[in-house]
């Protein structure tokens, strides 16, 4: 008779990992501010776009497992959330003209970025696997990425 409270400890015990699970899960989805995970499944950003809108353009981050692109802004490190520009850096090479590393100097992160409104004809994903180039430069000056990609780079 004095089994259901060891029952209650028992599904207690097992169901709050999930629940706490749930909860940061649930967190991350929150649509307010500028969630730096995939708001669909909390997976880091592979990589970023900037897709020209009205006279200017703006910036999304498009997920490393599931693909889903959502808006960002511009000025904030999707790493650790550093939005004082002089410790953005963004560096760019002649030979890729419409992608760019943007760095953060607080946490060494960074991430690139396929500016669309150079190159309209751009798909982010590929030519964040096809600039590795600008990953060992990255890493020569220790910054280091965000999320891998499927190269390990
Ligand atoms: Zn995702
Ligand atoms: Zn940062």
New binding site residues.
């Given amino acids: 008779m004095n089994s259901e409270p060891f029952e209650a400890i028992l599904s207690w015990l097992f169901l709050r990992p999930y629940a706490e699970y749930l909860a940061d899960h649930t967190k991350s989805t929150a649509p307010k501010g500028t969630p730096s995970l995939?708001?669909?499944?909390?997976?880091k950003p592979q990589v970023g776009a900037l897709r020209p809108e009205g006279d200017g353009a703006t910036r999304s981050l498009i997920?490393?497992?599931?693909?889903?692109e959502w808006e960002y802004r511009r000025i904030v490190c999707p790493a650790c959330g550093e939005e004082d520009v002089h410790k953005l850096a963004i560096y760019t090479a002649k030979e890729f003209n419409h992608v760019r590393v943007e760095a953060c100097d607080s946490c060494r992160s960074y991430l690139k970025t396929v500016d669309l409104t150079k190159d309209g004809h751009a798909v982010p994903v590929v030519d964040e696997l096809a600039t590795i180039p600008l990953d060992l430069w990255a890493a020569e000056h220790s910054y280091q990425k965000l999320r891998t990609n499927v190269l390990g780079l």
């Fill in positions: 995939c708001p669909l499944c909390g997976g997920c490393s497992l599931c693909a889903t």
